[in-house]
């Protein structure tokens, strides 16, 4: 099991240098990528969350620990892309506009990688034109899009409506905290993941 207290510990300090020596070091006794991400990285990083909805840390002590799990990340991210067949299919992905919020994606991003997709992200606030045009340019059939913020959900409802409106034969999927099977199921989404292990699945069944 990856210590998650330790890793808790490194995202308060915001040591790159810490969070990368524990997952190299998680790794190296046997555990998974998965195994790391999910009883290590992703519940220290719910704690800070926890303690920011607290007020008992502020938007710069999440940034830093934002920083440090993204430097944990990075030495899952090879790992993750080396394993399984590889397919063309491009999956364009993107934060929607108006939300900054991008380790979910990554994390969404890096496991598509690690199941052979090719993935284009387009990063934060991007807007429904943006993920339109992508999809044009690439050829792509997919569409994930992350959401984070209640008030910035409602423009996946707006990249649905405006991708319908063009008649792109693309589909969509969705997800990210405040994001549900229900909401997907309202805006006319295609399909709906409440992690990033479950996006690659998702995807694959929307796709067939
Ligand atoms: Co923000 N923030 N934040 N924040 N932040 C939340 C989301 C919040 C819940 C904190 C809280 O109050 N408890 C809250 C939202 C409340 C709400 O809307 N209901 C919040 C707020 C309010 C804000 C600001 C408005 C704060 C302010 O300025 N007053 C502001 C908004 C900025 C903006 O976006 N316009 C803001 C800013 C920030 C930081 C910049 C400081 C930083 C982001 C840094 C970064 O991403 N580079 C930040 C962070 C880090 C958080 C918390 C603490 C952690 C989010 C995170 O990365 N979680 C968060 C509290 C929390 O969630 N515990 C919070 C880890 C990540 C792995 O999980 O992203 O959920 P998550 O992804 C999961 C799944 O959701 C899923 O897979 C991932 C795991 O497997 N998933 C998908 C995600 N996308 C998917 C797409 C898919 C499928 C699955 O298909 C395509």
């Known amino acids: 099991m990856a210590d998650q ?7 308060c300090e915001g040591s790159m240098d810490k969070v990368k020596e524990l997952t190299q070091k998680a790794l190296n006794a046997g555990e998974t990528p998965d195994k790391v ?10 704690r800070i969350g926890v303690r ?5 840390i502020f938007i710069p002590e999440v940034l830093i620990a934002a920083r440090a799990m993204h430097a944990g990340l990075g ?3 090879p790992i993750l892309a080396k394993s399984t067949t590889s397919t063309t299919t491009k999956v364009i992905i993107g934060t929607v506009k108006g939300d900054l919020h ?3 994606k990554n994390l969404v991003g890096m496991m598509l990688e690690g199941a052979g997709f090719e993935v284009v992200d387009l990063g934060i606030d991007v807007p429904p034109e943006k993920f339109i045009q992508s999809a044009k340019e690439n050829g792509a059939k997919i569409i994930g899009m992350s959401a984070l913020l209640t008030t910035t959900m409602m423009q996946m409802k707006t ?3 405006k991708i319908k409106a063009e008649g792109l034969k693309v589909k969509t999927v969705i997800g990210g905290a405040p994001v549900t099977a229900e909401f997907a199921k309202q805006i006319g989404a295609d399909g709906y993941a409440p992690d ?3 996006a690659v699945s998702t995807i694959k069944e929307v796709l067939k």
Do not use: C
Not at 5 to 11: G, I, N, S, V, W
């Open 102 to 104: 991008d380790i979910g």
């Open 5 to 11: 207290e330790k890793f808790y510990e490194a995202l």
């Open 196 to 198: 990033a292990a479950s």
């Open 37 to 46: 991400l999910k009883s290590g990285l992703i519940p220290a990083m719910d």
């Open 159 to 161: 990249t649905v409506e």
């Open 52 to 56: 920011f909805r607290n007020n008992e």
């Open 75 to 77: 030495v899952l991210k």
